[in-house]
């Protein structure tokens, strides 16, 4: 049976709602899925954070749908990442997470598609330089 690469990049959906970026900060929940473009074989798919392999327990089982396109069975695959954004889990975030998905056929490296977004996260000083403004400000001087 031949081979039919991956056309597109994988798509990554969860982080943005109607088109906006949803705001994250620490210990915030993520939520997000990673679909591959059809293909023969089907495409294994890899989630990383800030270019690391994520640990397995952020990731549910793969699931996996099969189309019937003149006479070749394409499949492609999903992938979810569930995680806390949490520094002594992920390391100094410097403000900002990049997830990336990459979809890879095993066999065949060079058909290797890839997609990344990238999450702001507001840091720990300027969340209490925030809280600081804030303080001064509300006693009225």
């Keep these: 049976m031949p081979s039919l690469y991956p056309q597109f990049d994988p798509i990554i959906n969860g982080l ?17 899925n990673c679909s591959s473009d059809m293909s023969s074989p089907p495409a294994r798919l890899y989630w990383f954070i800030n270019d690391r392999n994520v640990p397995s327990e952020y990731l549910q089982p793969q699931y996996e749908t099969t189309v019937e396109n003149e006479g070749f069975e394409l499949r492609h695959r999903t992938l ?14 410097q403000g900002k997470l990049e997830l990336k998905c990459l979809a890879r056929i095993e066999s065949i490296p060079q058909a290797t598609r890839e997609s990344s977004q990238i999450i702001t996260i507001p840091t720990t000083d300027e969340l209490r330089n925030q809280k600081l403004i804030n303080w001064r400000g509300s006693d009225g001087k």
């Design 80 to 93: 979810e990442i569930r995680f806390y954004i949490d520094e002594k889990r992920l390391g100094k975030l």
């Design 16 to 32: 943005h709602h109607n088109g906006v970026q949803h705001n994250y900060a620490l210990g915030d929940f993520v939520v997000a």
